[in-house]
């Protein structure tokens, strides 16, 4: 399991979204959810996600 935090401000300058910090995770064989435990389809906001190990 990793703890991420996301700057979604940030992302431009260093050339990335959050559907290629999505399609990494699942790249390598991580899922991302909620704090809370929900499911994660798109990584938007600034904050923390959680990615588990599928």
Known sequence: ????????FAWRGVGT?????????DTMGYRAETVSGAPLAAISDYGHIVALRR
């Open 1 to 8: 399991m990793m703890l991420v935090e996301v700057h979604p």
């Open 17 to 25: 979204t959050g559907d290629s910090i999505t399609q990494m995770l």
